[in-house]
Nanobody, 121 residues
Framework: QVQLVESGGGLVQAGGSLRLSCAASGRTDSIYAMGWFRQAPGKEREFVAAISRLAVTNYADSVKGRFTISRDNAKNTVYLQMNSLKPEDTAVYYC???????????????WGQGTQVTVSS
């Protein structure tokens, strides 16, 4: 089993920045990919970004150029640096660990509890 704990969410004004962290524990050697998804009120969960153990990345078009995902394998931690935030980025952000850096949630076997990000206009 793998446990994921997110941190770093909060309230920020439009144009501001936040950095999310996700610490993994347990059978971390089984993790190939780690990613971030988000879910806004009344909307479906959507893919944000993912990174493989070898630092290959994948981003949703909506965040390319603004968000950067990175990974510290020694610390079993993944980060999401979010710049130029927009009100439409407001959502609960979930960390996930799984088998590929794909945008489909079914490929991720473990999920965190989520952290709220609110961007005010």
């Amino acid at each position: 089993q793998v446990q994921l704990v997110e941190s770093g969410g909060g309230l920020v004004q439009a144009g501001g920045s936040l950095r999310l962290s996700c610490a993994a524990s347990g059978r971390t050697d089984s993790i190939y990919a780690m990613g971030w998804f988000r879910q806004a009120p009344g909307k479906e969960r959507e893919f944000v970004a993912a990174i493989s153990r070898l630092a290959v990345t994948n981003y949703a078009d909506s965040v390319k150029g603004r968000f950067t995902i990175s990974r510290d394998n020694a610390k079993n931690t993944v980060y999401l640096q979010m710049n130029s935030l927009k009100p439409e980025d407001t959502a609960v952000y979930y960390c996930a660990a799984g088998r590929g850096i794909v945008s489909t949630g079914d490929w991720y076997d473990y999920w965190g509890q989520g952290t709220q990000v609110t961007v005010s206009s």
